[in-house]
């Protein structure tokens, strides 16, 4: 299974030709971006579990970090788009940061998001916004600006890591 992950990567990387950083996202799976923005929030210094698809409740990664002054949780949504967000996502989200009590709801996108998205979020300090042009320079500065290149063995590395996760929980 790995060998076969590994022949992908190398694929990817060498002769798949893509114009822009955006089309290598656009290129991925949904649950592949999802472990992607995973593997960028444990750069960040977090904990990270990337939700199953079909138990996710509205998030797709939940990310933790202990610091001295008390435990955050981040519960973040991966809109893998061409269009823009609308401002339902962003409302979603909300409710699930509400319910769940976490610090803070992301909404990270390959697109843009409508006004409307942008004026919810900016009325509501617990939830954020990153678009493309904020993902591509998060990408770039935490897992390097090769990232496209080597994007299926961040990607592989999230998966194994929810594998070994699950399998010690006995789900």
């Given at each position: ?68 002054g008390g435990q955050a949780l981040v519960l973040v949504q991966c809109k ?92």
């Amino acid at each position: 299974m790995h060998g076969l992950d590994d022949a992908e990567a190398i694929i990817r990387s060498r002769y798949l030709h893509r114009e822009s950083p955006r089309e290598a996202l656009l290129d991925l799976r949904p649950d592949e971006f999802e472990h992607l923005v995973g593997a960028l929030y444990e750069k960040l210094g977090y904990t990270v579990a990337v939700s199953q698809r079909s138990r996710d409740g509205g998030v797709d990664v939940e990310a933790r970090r202990t610091d001295a002054g008390g435990q955050a949780l981040v519960l973040v949504q991966c809109k893998r788009y061409e269009d823009v967000v609308r401002v339902q996502a962003v409302r979603e989200l909300m409710g699930v940061v509400s319910r769940r009590q976490a610090n803070k709801g992301v909404v990270v996108a390959t697109c843009g998001f409508t006004r409307p998205a942008r004026q919810e979020a900016k009325e509501t300090p617990m939830i954020e916004l990153i678009d493309f042009v904020a993902l591509n320079r998060l990408l770039n500065t935490h897992l390097g600006a090769s990232w496209p290149e080597h994007m299926s063995y961040d990607i592989r590395q999230m998966q194994m890591a929810g594998a070994k996760a699950r399998a010690a929980s006995g789900a």
